[in-house]
């Protein structure tokens, strides 16, 4: 991520526009059952341009806030079997380009001292870190390797990742189907996906993943096999159901199955890219993909400060950076939603994984500079001895006490004032509210 050095009052930041990476911390304890993908259209195939036109543009009604021209993804994906991608397919490889080593899946650790990230030394087992796709591109000849190279290398393009997909029948009907391995896509998936271990499950089994609405609209039963129609006819099991968050994406497969049913290689990439314009980064992609290839941003156009505060929090200790946020929003300033921190903490430091120090010399989770510490420091949760800087225990009850003392825990306007306190910058603002928006979607 690009870092840019602000100065308010004494408290530097570590910000980006646009989506940034979510760390796995806190999504771990999600199960896949939290609810309906209201990324896919009402009907498997169908465009989502009137759901989108119905709400107004710039809604964020949908995981990864899709504006209306997220329709068109749904219309662009080619039969299976129909192209063949020009170049080496780039998705066969099971790699997701980087330009960002820090962005791949199991690169971080857990500051000494804070709650553990979640394990990676388990076969299968959820990825450390998750990646929010701020925009997919979809041409329906397919995407060539080299230029997957050209948009990875696009200023403030932190990680990008190919896929093949392409539209098939399942039971007589359209659905538009994305594929890749599970170690380059499940990061890239909603929290709650991505810490679903029984989706994977039947992910590595070959078997067919949708959205709840497609598997409604196609009368899907767990377990059950059905007829596709895609390169090649035959029957394929319905897995079961997730949140995918693409709009127009009905399921996923694996590449096993992606091989079988003859989707086209590369046909789309997903790109993150934090500290980008997502209107530049939109025109930059077109003008490499051409003309036939549709460029889809996933990032909301709109904030509200209108968030959830949670209202069975746990005590104790805090045991992962979940826990830490929630308790914190609760006993340090009652009224902020807990997702406001937990936004400033990914903003900052990766929930822990950069502490510093920064150019400006902040340090710790939260990025304070010491003579701001000195101020606002405090011990959290009953630790003993002088508050610590490093310590996330300290920390992110310390950032609550900072933003309730300037009206947060009002929420609404005041909450708009207290993080522009925090940060003299609208877009500081927008982009704390965007991924605090993002993280109360997912659960």
Known sequence: MRRVTIRRGSLPAVIGVGAVAVSIAVAVFLAAASGGDQGSASAPGAAV?????????????????ASVDSAGLAVTLPAAGSHVAAGTAPWASGASASTDPSSAAGTGTAAAGGPPLASTTEPGSPPRQLIVPDVIAAVPGGISAAEVARIAHLAQVRSVLPVAGARISVNGQPVNVLA????TLRPWTPPATAAAAGVWDDFAQGDLITSSQAAAGLHLRAG??????????????FGGQAL????GVDAIVNEATAGNLGLVPGVAVLINAPAAR???LVSQVKAIVGGGGQVVRLVPEAVTTQLPIATHVPTGKPANYLELYQESAAQYCPGLSWTVLA???EIESNNGQDVGPSSAGALGPMQFLPSTWAVWGTGGFGDAGAPDIMNPFDAVPSAARMLC???AGKGGQSLYNAIFAYNHADWYVNEVLTLAAEYAREY
Request: net charge negative; aromatic share 2%.
């Open 49 to 65: 341009a009137a759901a989108s036109a119905a709400a107004g543009p710039g809604t964020t009604g949908q995981p990864g806030g």
């Open 180 to 183: 890749a391995p599970a170690s």
């Open 224 to 237: 059950q096999g059905y007829p596709v129609t895609a390169a090649r006819q035959g029957q394929l099991t």
């Open 244 to 247: 995918l968050g693409v709009p």
């Open 278 to 280: 997502v209107d530049v």
């Open 343 to 345: 936004a400033i903490g």
């Open 405 to 407: 003392s300037d009206g």
